[in-house]
C-alpha cells in the first residue's frame, strides 16, 4: 500500500504515548508533582500527536465524529472509543499524582488496560484486512502491541525492561518480516483464483485495464525493490533495538537516555514504513504488480 506520511506517524507516535502511559499507569515510574508533570506530558504529545496525524489521512476530516458511531462492527471506531477513554482515564490519574501527589490504583491501572486496548484496535484494523495477507496474521497485533510495550518502557526509564524488550522486539520483527514475505503465495491467492477462471486453465492479463493511473494503483499498489527494503530493514533493526540497547548498556546518563529514544523513534518510523510500503494488496494482481 502507499505508505502515507500521515498513517506512519500515527501508528508509530500513538503507540508509544499509549505505551508510556501503561507504564506511568502501572507507577513505572512512581512519581508525583512536577516529574510526574513531564512524563504525562511526552505521553499524551505522543499519544494525541499521532491521533491528530490520523486525521490528516481522512478525505473528509470533518466527518471524523462519525467514526465513534461504527463501534459495534468497525475497529476505527472501537479505537477512536478507546482512545478517549484511555486519555481521560489516564488524566485523571495524572491529575491526582501531579497537583496531589497521590496515586489512586484503580483508576491508574484502568487508564494502564484501556491504553493497551487502544494500541490492539489501531492493530486490528490492519490485522482483518484479508485483502492484504501480509497483515492478515497474528503478527500484526503482537508486533503493534511489542514496539508499543518496548517504547513505553524506554520512555518511562525501565531500562532492565526496556533492554530485553527491544532484543525480543528485534527477534518477533525478523521473525514476522520472513513470514509476511511467504504471505501472499500462502495464501492461495492469484489471478485464477481472484477471476474464478482458474477451472478452465492457466489465467493471465492480456493487457492491463488501462492506460493510465487511478485511485486503486494510487493507494493500493506500491511496490519496494528486494535489495531497498532489505536495506531499511537492517536500519529499522539497528535504530530502534541495536542502538538503544547499546547505549542502555553504558553508563548511564541523561544524554545517552535522550539519544537512545531518538534513535528508536527513527527506528520505528523506519519500521512503520515497510509495514505500508510492503503491503501487497490483491488488488496488485489485476495490474500485473505481484
Given at each position: 500500500?502507499?505508505?502515507a ?21 502501572l ?68 491529575i ?38 501480509r ?19 524506554l ?32 495464501s ?9 477462471l482458474?477451472?478452465?486453465g ?41 542502538t ?25 518510523i ?13 488488488v ?7
Amino acid at each position: 500500500m502507499h505508505p502515507a506520511p500521515s498513517v506512519i506517524l500515527f501508528t508509530s507516535l500513538s503507540g508509544l504515548g499509549f505505551g508510556l502511559l501503561f507504564f506511568l499507569g502501572l507507577g513505572m515510574p512512581a512519581s508525583t508533582g512536577l516529574v510526574a508533570f513531564v512524563f504525562y506530558a511526552i505521553a499524551y504529545a505522543f499519544a494525541v500527536g499521532g491521533l491528530i496525524f490520523s486525521t490528516f489521512h481522512l478525505g473528509h476530516p470533518e466527518r471524523a465524529l462519525k467514526a465513534f458511531t461504527q463501534w459495534r462492527s468497525s475497529w476505527l471506531s472501537r479505537e477512536a472509543w478507546l482512545a478517549v477513554m484511555a486519555l481521560c482515564v489516564s488524566g485523571l490519574g495524572a491529575i491526582a499524582q501531579i497537583f496531589f501527589e497521590t496515586r489512586i490504583d484503580a483508576i491508574s491501572y484502568l487508564g494502564a488496560a484501556l491504553s493497551m486496548a487502544t494500541v490492539f484496535s489501531t492493530a486490528m484494523i490492519y490485522r482483518q484486512l484479508a485483502t492484504i495477507p501480509r497483515w492478515h496474521t497474528p503478527w500484526t497485533p503482537v508486533l503493534f502491541l511489542g514496539y508499543s510495550f518496548a517504547g513505553g518502557a524506554l520512555f518511562a526509564g525501565q531500562v532492565s525492561l526496556a533492554m530485553p524488550a527491544l532484543c525480543v522486539l528485534a527477534a518477533l520483527q525478523v521473525v514476522a518480516w520472513m513470514q509476511g514475505d511467504r504471505a501472499l503465495a500462502d495464501s492461495g491467492t492469484n489471478l485464477a483464483t481472484a477471476t474464478g477462471l482458474g477451472d478452465r486453465g492457466s489465467v493471465r492479463a492480456f493487457e492491463p485495464p488501462h492506460t493510465g493511473t487511478n485511485y486503486l494503483l494510487k493507494e493500493f499498489v506500491y511496490v519496494v525493490g528486494r535489495k531497498h527494503a532489505a536495506k531499511l530493514r537492517i536500519i529499522a533493526l539497528i535504530l530502534f533495538a541495536g542502538t538503544p540497547v547499546l547505549l542502555l548498556a553504558l553508563e548511564f546518563n541523561h544524554i545517552l537516555a535522550l539519544l537512545a529514544v531518538i534513535a528508536h523513534i527513527a527506528g520505528v518510523i523506519t519500521s512503520r514504513w515497510l509495514f505500508f510500503a510492503q503491503a501487497e494488496h490483491v488488488v496488485g494482481l489485476y495490474y500485473g504488480k505481484r
